[in-house]
C-alpha cells in the first residue's frame, strides 16, 4: 500500500525529478483528465493507507485490552 501510495505521487509530479539523484525521471502523464483520475486514485489509496494503519493501532488497543503482551514480545530483550 505504500509503494502505490508513493507510485502514484510521483506519477503526478509536474515536471522531471531525480530518483535518487542520479537518474532524471521524465513527466508521464501531460493530459488534464488522466492527472484528475491519478489524483482521484492517489486520494483514495492515502485514504485506504491511513485505514489501515488505524486497524492496525486498534489491533494493538484490542491486544493489550485482552492482556496479550504483543509489545513486549516485539521488543528487543537483552
Do not use: D, Y
Not at 488522466?34 to 482521484?40: A, D, E, G, K, N
Not at 493507507?49 to 513486549?72: D, N, Q, S, T
Amino acid at each position: 500500500m505504500i509503494t502505490t501510495v508513493l507510485a502514484s505521487g510521483l506519477l503526478m509530479m509536474p515536471k522531471p525529478w531525480k530518483l535518487l539523484g542520479l537518474l532524471t525521471m521524465p513527466v508521464f502523464f501531460h493530459e488534464k483528465a488522466t492527472l484528475s483520475t491519478l489524483f482521484v486514485l492517489h486520494e483514495n489509496l492515502c485514504l485506504s493507507l491511513l485505514a489501515l494503519v488505524c486497524l492496525h493501532l486498534a489491533a494493538i488497543a484490542w491486544h493489550i485490552h485482552r492482556g496479550h503482551p504483543v509489545l513486549r514480545r516485539m521488543t528487543a530483550r537483552t
